[in-house]
T-cell receptor, first 111, second 115 residues
Framework: DQQVKQNSPSLSVQEGRISILNCDYT??????FLWYKKYPAEGPTFLIS?????DKNEDGRFTVFLNKSAKHLSLHIVPSQPGDSAVYFC??????????FGAGTILRVKS | GAGVSQSPSNKVTEKGKDVELRCDPISGHTALYWYRQSLGQGLEFLIYFQGNSAPDKSGLPSDRFSAERTGGSVSTLTIQRTQQEDSAVYLCASRLQGRHHTEAFFGQGTRLTVV
């Protein structure tokens, strides 16, 4: 039972353009959502999060949008940079308990 | 150290042997997680420790897998009678639980190869 889904295995974007990574979830009890970035041979690093009481959170080039009615989450990166090339995971939790991760999306930013 | 530390970073073991993987969480973090990532796959939840509560073991794939967290700090994941399908990167994360939601911080992982 995949409660968190990232349906795009990969995404390729030109440097300077916007990258949009998408995530869908099925559990309406999720109240906290996070995005992580992972480089090869390293552990995931936290990027940005959003509580279910908000619909947008912004941190520099990264913005996360939450659409609770559609159970949809997205991460916008603008402008995209070659160093952003990595695997991006979305994750969700209920009441601060275990994090459920999606399968990840490989982002390639071309210079 | 300042971050989550895992050891060893790499482990090659023969099929049928037992292995122990260690995680040192960030000091003061009450929540600790184990995940694994098999080749080309996402992060698979294994087990979650939260303070003095009973751990959530719902992700452990078989009874060959077990984990302990001693003194609310260091955790050990043990895999008995390893199989080739156990080959994966095992990731540990810790989190500061509190009134507000917080992010989890991951270690660099232990790459386990069963030959």
């Amino acid at each position: 039972d995949q409660q968190v889904k990232q349906n795009s295995p990969s995404l390729s974007v030109q440097e300077g353009r916007i990258s949009i990574l998408n995530c869908d979830y099925t559990n309406s009890m999720f109240d906290y959502f996070l995005w992580y970035k992972k480089y090869p041979a390293e552990g995931p690093t936290f990027l940005i999060s959003i509580s279910s009481i908000k619909d947008k959170n912004e941190d520099g080039r990264f913005t996360v949008f939450l659409n609770k009615s559609a159970k949809h989450l997205s991460l916008h990166i603008v402008p995209s940079q070659p160093g952003d090339s990595a695997v991006y995971f979305c994750a969700a939790s209920v009441g601060g308990n275990k994090l459920v991760f999606g399968a990840g999306t490989i982002l390639r930013v071309k210079s | 150290g300042a971050g989550v530390s895992q050891s060893p970073s790499n482990k090659v073991t023969e099929k049928g042997k037992d292995v122990e993987l260690r995680c040192d969480p960030i000091s003061g973090h009450t929540a600790l997680y184990w995940y694994r990532q098999s080749l080309g796959q996402g992060l698979e939840f294994l087990i979650y420790f939260q303070g003095n509560s009973a751990p959530d073991k719902s992700g452990l794939p078989s009874d060959r897998f077990s984990a302990e967290r001693t003194g609310g700090s260091v955790s050990t994941l043990t895999i008995q009678r390893t199989q080739q399908e156990d080959s994966a990167v095992y990731l540990c994360a810790s989190r500061l639980q509190g009134r507000h939601h917080t992010e989890a911080f991951f270690g660099q992982g232990t790459r386990l190869t069963v030959v």
